[in-house]
């Protein structure tokens, strides 16, 4: 049982470059969200789904699109990078039960836009 | 105002005290909160959740809830070196349909030996 898992771990862009970072979750969890952290900022959500088939914004979306490919895959999509990108992010799921909103996280990948 | 406050720290302890880490929320409507723990350059790592007023224990961790003073805390007991991290407070704010997690910035934790 993996958890959540990322990939890749690390990356380095130029500016106008395009990259998805890939996440998959083994604990059939049904909702799954896209963090970014950058230093002094906390976690930001920058897409989530809540269900397969469904996406939808978060606090800072703008720049990043999202395909839940199905139940264990979520990707994140930078169509063209951009320096202020740089950032750690993060992919996390969330148990299926209404009550339940503890997030489990993977364990980043650090992207750094030049 | 931010949704979710913390002192960025660091705090400092020394190894077998007792630390005390603080957040305060603004929406006086959310349910639900969470500690979670990260180390340098890897993951947030879950370690508490207090769903209702009052204390909540767990090991050397108890998390306390305040929902009239809008305050969350975690206390570790007896700090070892191995808790030196970043602690973050997290809050499930009324149901957007999101379900999603509104984080604190973050206290760093330094524990001395």
């Known amino acids: 049982n993996a958890g959540v898992t990322q990939t890749p771990k690390f990356q380095v862009l130029k500016t106008g470059q395009s990259m998805t970072l890939q996440c998959a979750q083994d604990m059939n969890h049904n909702s799954m969200y896209w963090y970014r952290q950058d230093p002094g900022m906390g976690l930001r959500l920058i897409y989530y789904s809540a269900s397969e088939g469904t996406t939808d914004k978060g606090e800072v979306p703008n720049g990043y699109n999202v395909s839940r490919l199905n139940k264990r895959e979520f990707s994140l999509r930078l169509e063209s990078a951009a320096p202020s990108q740089t950032s750690v992010y993060f992919c996390?799921?969330?148990?299926?039960?209404?009550?339940?909103?503890?997030?489990?996280f993977g364990p980043g990948t650090r992207l750094t836009v030049t | 105002q931010k949704e979710v406050e913390q002192n960025s720290g660091p705090l400092s302890v020394p190894e077998g005290a007792i630390a005390s880490l603080n957040c305060t929320y603004s929406d006086r409507v959310s349910q639900s909160f969470f500690w979670y723990r990260q180390y340098s350059g890897k993951s947030p790592e879950l370690i508490m959740s207090i769903y209702s007023n009052g204390d909540k224990e767990d090991g050397r961790f108890t998390a306390q809830l305040n929902k009239a003073s809008q305050y969350v805390s975690l206390l570790i007991r007896d700090s070892q070196p191995s808790d030196s991290a970043t602690y973050l407070c997290a809050v499930k704010k009324p149901d957007t349909g999101r379900r999603a997690l509104t984080f604190g910035s973050g206290t760093r934790l330094q524990v001395q030996p």
């Open positions: 996390a799921s969330r148990t299926h039960h209404d009550t339940d909103y503890e997030q489990y």
